[in-house]
């Protein structure tokens, strides 16, 4: 594991944009997998200034987003999808017939799943799979457990993480009690993983995913046995 500390979270972000560029530089029709949250944001940024400066090109690259929401239509500007439109794929050259996520309307949520881990591995599995994580450890929405899930699966979201996310809506109410996310398998199987976070509340938690037990009660300490994991982490 590398494990890098940054200053500052413009820091983060391009340090954490480089690891992106380098991998899409070095295979242009890479398959990414993204997160979306607080955390990229900046990083997205940066990615969007490299493609409009002509250093990047994501016209060969195939995206899988780790999750959605369950019950939030494409056009909600809460979901998922409308985050990573907005935040990245309007923004740069990717084909929006190459990037998914996860359908939170899907009728058949069980079936929605089954496809999502198909569709993985169809194309090969995630040559870089992007991560942030939930204040109790969650990484994709795979909530703390007792024992990892391994496909695309079907959560209820814990309180805490509906508390955390209620910033992004009016009201906690309206929050999303369940959502669909990717499971440990196609994360694990990822190529390479990079995590970043930022902020001095996640620093309890980070000290226990990446240098405590690994536990499915902090899902994302399975990542310290990934083989080829980075992370970025900026106390500020
Ligand atoms: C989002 C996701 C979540 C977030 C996590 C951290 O697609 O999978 O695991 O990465 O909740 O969110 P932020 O970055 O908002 O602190």
Do not use: W
């Not at 990414?32 to 997205?44: D, E, F, N, Q, V």
């Not at 929401?69 to 929006?96: A, C, H, P, W």
């Amino acid at each position: 594991m590398k494990y890098i500390k940054v200053k500052t979270y413009e820091e983060l972000s391009r340090k954490a944009a480089a690891v992106i560029a380098a991998q899409v530089i070095s295979k242009p029709n890479s398959v990414l997998g993204l997160a979306t949250g607080s955390s990229p944001i900046g990083t997205y940024e940066n990615l969007a200034k490299a493609c409009d400066n002509g250093d990047l090109d994501f016209s060969d690259v195939t995206s899988v987003n780790l999750d959605e929401y369950v019950g939030l239509s494409t056009d909600n500007d809460q979901s998922y999808r409308y985050f990573m439109n907005k935040n990245l794929f309007e923004k740069i050259n990717i084909k929006m017939e190459n990037t998914n996520v996860p359908n939170g309307c899907a009728a058949d949520i069980e079936a929605e799943c089954k496809r999502y881990d198909a569709l993985i591995e169809d194309l090969g599995g995630i040559d870089l799979q992007l991560l942030g994580i939930g204040l109790d450890g969650h990484i994709g929405f795979n909530e703390p457990c007792e024992e990892f899930v391994k496909g695309t699966n079907r959560v209820t979201l814990d309180p805490s993480t509906i508390e955390a996310n209620a910033r992004f809506f009016a009201s906690i109410d309206e929050v999303p009690r369940e959502a669909v996310t990717m499971g440990m398998q196609a994360i694990m199987q990822a190529k390479k993983v990079l995590l970043i976070a930022n902020g001095k509340n996640k620093a309890e938690i980070m000290e226990k995913a990446f240098f405590g037990p690994i536990t499915p009660k902090v899902p994302a300490s399975i990542l310290q046995l990934h083989p080829d994991l980075t992370v970025i982490y900026s106390e500020n």
